[in-house]
């Protein structure tokens, strides 16, 4: 059964449909953002009847209600709703009708399109087009209801004809272009036109098919076109504290800041975060529609509720009072602006949390503050809400939801900071992580960020880099610029070409400019020593320490100096951490010991692996071992977590690790993870954390696994397959079981 029907309709009718309201507009797309050349190539397109492409609307249905782009008297209910042909549609009738447009800055425009009929010429007017009597200035004129055709032509003749001979091919000419011009509105577009009975899932499917240029229409565009239809109010409020925060006020109070410019679609989910404690929008829309699951159709008085919830949450996300406090938690955490911040998800992550403490749970402002720096560090410097953000959210806000108390909330967050910072995390993870040439890498700007919560100065020099990292101030060079400890040039001499290897981040540390300048491509043990011939011993030590310098690090070779600034910034960034927390204990209950999981054996949240890849009878290598491995891990990522130890066997004896072969336990763990990349994914890499420990004068491998932040499978072959636990032993489920499970843990 087809879901549309084609018709051909002039852009007369679409421009009298609009009028009349029964085209509406849903606005799922972006407000009107053609430029004027745009409006000018599809007239001219028109005009030389070209294909201008085809308009796609959707039924709306009886109870449907939408924005209409007309004015006028109108029907209440649109018939059409615009899905795609937004910009061209407001184009047409912008300037057909002699209409003022919108443009996402919320000023008003008239779009003037001035045309030339010799030439056949269409232009965007401008001063120049307005003094030159070869043209029509503005072609609006030409469909005004007034509009005289024969005084018209004769008038732009005779104008034309002051200042040049016209033959009389060309007056024909001009008539006949102007007629041709006037005709337009008799241009037939191709319309498609989707059935009501089609979903908004579809919707969205079929515009991404067919426009593959345009903006794909995500939750947040129809939870924004619900707004429009029940809470016009609710939806300009967020779209003018978007249009607030983009640029400094005049000494009036407004939501300016130098972390984020929020769209207004972030400031939604701020909204549906608190209102509804939703972070997956996609289940947002049908709340608010007041949808019954059971029978598809919308209560009125549900969804009167939860726009009522929405309406009192809206309140607290755009006070601005709430706003700058919680933002102040962010400097106190040793950020200072937008070039410090990776992920803005982040940040509006941690304002609901703010929200949801200083609100829900009456916690003192400096208290919610504190701890929201605290769990924005450690947000931001694990790109905690970079992979699957709504479902990690989802998660967090499910993890505080129903607590007793304001301290129980607290202690949640710290809880959350806890298991993620763990000893593992400083020393291994954060390291490896700084091994990167990302010039934005979160664990770069964590560093920065812990340089200016420790008050450290920049290197060779007595300012503090907290006081000069102001990112109001806007210089023709930067205060602070990013020096290379091993400067290019000198690498490149040593036979260094990759740019990737030069520019790691631990090749870098902040310098005043001149410095900069200074030391161009010198050795560092030419540029080093008169630069700390200007600085006291204790300076030098400062400074050292701050800025993860090994000693004698410039007489180091290249590659081992790297290695050995990653594990000295990690614990830069650890310090940091401590000043912030004022050093409190963080673990939330104190985890078991491997001996102690050892000792309890095997259980729902612990597993036994004699070995990685070796079949034991065999002594050769065996799929099935790295099944068996894989299934465990994948079974913790589909319930609450887990530990996996491999070299002990069934029984808690330990084995070790010689019967798998591998030359060194870096080669081990390097193929456990490139498993895991392969056969259930590189998303789950953060939630599996593997590291290696001495038992009984071997060594093991100990894997812990979080809960995961989405259903993982195990490739097997070219099948699928999909495990969880149950009591001690791993279970594979199929079919509606899966579906089941999924629905009912995700």
């Excluded at 449907?64 to 937004?86: M, N």
């Excluded at 079929?206 to 129809?222: E, H, P, T, Y």
């Excluded at 699957?388 to 998660?395: C, G, H, L, N």
Aim: with cysteine.
């Amino acid at each position: 059964m087809a879901i549309f029907t084609t018709s051909t309709i002039p852009i007369l009718s679409l421009i009298e449909d609009i009028d009349m309201g029964k085209i509406g507009l849903p606005e799922l797309q972006r407000p009107f953002v053609w430029p004027n050349v745009n409006v000018r190539d599809l007239f001219d397109s028109l005009y030389r009847g070209y294909p201008a492409g085809f308009l796609l609307f959707w039924k709306t249905g009886a109870e449907s209600a939408l924005k209409i782009i007309g004015t006028g008297h109108k029907q209440s209910v649109p018939e059409l709703a615009i899905v795609d042909g937004q910009q061209r549609l407001t184009s047409l009738y912008a300037v057909i009708k002699g209409a003022e447009v919108l443009r996402a800055n919320f000023k008003k425009e008239r779009i003037q399109i001035a045309f030339n009929p010799l030439s056949g010429r269409f232009d965007v007017a401008d001063a120049a087009i307005r003094k030159d009597r070869g043209y029509i200035p503005d072609i609006s004129a030409i469909w005004a209801s007034d509009f005289k055709a024969g005084a018209f032509r004769k008038a732009f003749i005779s104008q034309l004809s002051e200042i040049r001979d016209l033959s009389d091919e060309e007056e024909a000419t001009i008539e006949d272009s102007i007629d041709h011009l006037r005709n337009l509105p008799n241009y037939n577009f191709v319309a498609l036109t989707l059935a009501s009975s089609v979903n908004e899932e579809t919707i969205a499917e079929v515009f991404v098919r067919i426009n593959g240029k345009g903006k794909a229409l995500n939750q947040a565009d129809f939870i924004m076109t619900l707004m429009s239809v029940f809470w016009d109010e609710g939806r300009f409020e967020l779209e003018e504290f978007a249009q607030k925060s983009v640029l400094p006020s005049d000494g009036q109070s407004s939501p300016f800041n130098h972390f984020i410019k929020p769209s207004p679609d972030q400031m939604l989910r701020a909204t549906v975060g608190l209102a509804l404690k939703r972070a997956r929008l996609e289940n947002v829309y049908s709340a608010l529609r007041g949808r019954d699951a059971a029978t598809g159709l919308d209560n009125p008085e549900k969804r009167d509720g939860q726009f009522a919830l929405m309406r009192e949450a809206q309140k607290a996300v755009l006070n601005l009072a709430n706003w700058h406090h919680f933002l102040d938690g962010l400097k106190l955490a040793g950020y200072r602006g937008q070039k410090m911040i990776s992920s803005e998800t982040a940040i509006i992550y941690c304002y609901v949390l703010y929200l949801i403490g200083i609100r829900d749970y009456a916690i003192d402002r400096s208290d919610a503050r504190q701890a929201i720096a605290e769990y924005f560090f450690m947000s931001a410097m694990t790109g905690r809400y970079t992979n699957s953000p709504e479902t990690r959210f989802e998660a967090d806000l499910a993890a505080v939801r129903d607590l007793t108390s304001g301290q129980a909330f607290l202690a949640k967050l710290r809880e959350i900071c806890a298991t993620t910072l763990t000893n593992d995390y400083w020393e291994i993870t954060l390291p490896s992580q700084l091994a990167t040439s990302a010039a934005r890498s979160p664990s770069l700007f964590a560093y920065q960020a812990a340089l200016i919560k420790l008050d450290a100065p920049a290197l060779f020099s007595p300012m503090k880099l907290a006081a000069m990292v102001d990112p109001a101030i806007k210089g023709s060079k930067a205060a602070l610029e990013q020096h290379h400890l091993f400067p290019r040039g000198f690498l490149e001499d040593q036979g260094v070409k990759d740019l990737k290897r030069i520019n790691q981040i631990a090749n870098f540390a902040p310098v005043e400019w001149p410095a900069n300048i200074q030391i161009g491509k010198q050795s560092p043990s030419l540029y080093v020593p008169a630069l700390d011939a200007a600085q006291s011993q204790s300076e030098r030590d400062l400074a050292n320490r701050f800025h993860a310098l090994p000693s004698a690090w410039w007489e180091m070779p290249y590659e081992e100096f790297l290695v050995e600034r990653r594990k000295r910034m990690a614990l830069v960034v650890r310090d940091a951490w401590k000043a912030l927390t004022g050093d409190k204990p963080l673990e939330p209950t104190t985890p078991p010991t491997v001996s102690e999981l050892i000792a309890s054996g095997e259980n729902g949240a612990v597993e036994f692996k004699s070995t990685l890849r070796t079949n034991l009878h065999t002594g050769q290598p065996d799929e099935k071992m790295h099944l068996s491995v894989l299934k465990t891990i994948a079974a913790f990522l589909n319930a609450k977590g887990g530990s996996l130890l491999i070299g002990v066997d069934d029984n808690g004896q330990v084995l070790g690790l010689a019967a798998d072969g591998f030359p060194n336990e870096d080669k081990m763990g390097l193929h456990l993870v490139n498993l895991i990349k392969d056969r259930i994914g590189e998303l789950f890499m953060p939630y599996v954390h593997p590291h290696f420990e001495e038992q009984e004068g071997t060594r093991i491998l100990a894997v812990r696994c979080e809960q995961g932040p989405k259903p993982a499978f195990v490739k097997d072959g070219n099948v699928q397959r999909f495990y969880v636990r149950g009591g001690n032993a791993t279970t594979e489920l199929s079919g509606n079981a899966v579906t089941d499970y999924v629905k009912h843990r995700f």
